[in-house]
């Protein structure tokens, strides 16, 4: 989860600073779904964020053409307002930076790990995240 930190982290500017590595680390894995080894269910959070509100973005994340915004209202609408929340409240960052930084971050995500609308799961490798977030610094 290391560089998936660090991502956030780049994403969520200043406001993160404040925040240790572990801090975020452990925030993001309360947030994602994940399994008990700490690896990423990126089928998992598909489903999650597949909302008829963001159905269209997921769909462009997971194709192979641009990748559509999303608000961090929707983003935060999808993960539940209460998991932002506690995200927020755990790294004593506010809603919105916490939302903002997940905008960057979730598309990049899933964008990478699929193709034609499929997550390609022998692109996961291990399927942590610090592995498929490296992806976003090579």
């Known amino acids: 989860l290391n ?3 660090e991502l956030f982290m780049a ?7 404040g925040a240790d590595k572990q801090s975020i680390q452990n925030a993001l894995q ?3 779904p994940t399994n ?16 008829p509100e ?5 769909s462009s994340w997971l194709g192979d053409g641009p990748n559509q915004a999303v608000t961090p209202a929707a983003l ?11 995200m927020a409240a755990q790294l004593g960052i506010s809603q919105d930076v916490i939302a903002q930084g997940l905008t960057q971050l979730l598309p990049k995500l899933i964008d990478q ?13 291990s399927g942590k995240l610090e592995d498929i977030a490296s992806r976003f610094f090579s």
Do not use: C, P, Y
């Open 3 to 5: 560089t998936a930190v």
């Open 11 to 17: 994403h969520a500017g200043g406001a993160a600073a």
């Open 30 to 32: 309360n947030l994602l």
């Open 36 to 51: 008990q080894a700490g690896e990423i269910n990126l089928s998992g959070l598909v489903d999650k964020l597949n909302t």
């Open 54 to 58: 963001l159905g269209a973005q997921v």
């Open 76 to 86: 935060s609408s999808a993960l539940g307002e209460m998991n932002i929340g506690q």
């Open 113 to 125: 790990s699929s193709s034609g609308g499929q997550i390609l799961e022998s692109l996961l490798g």
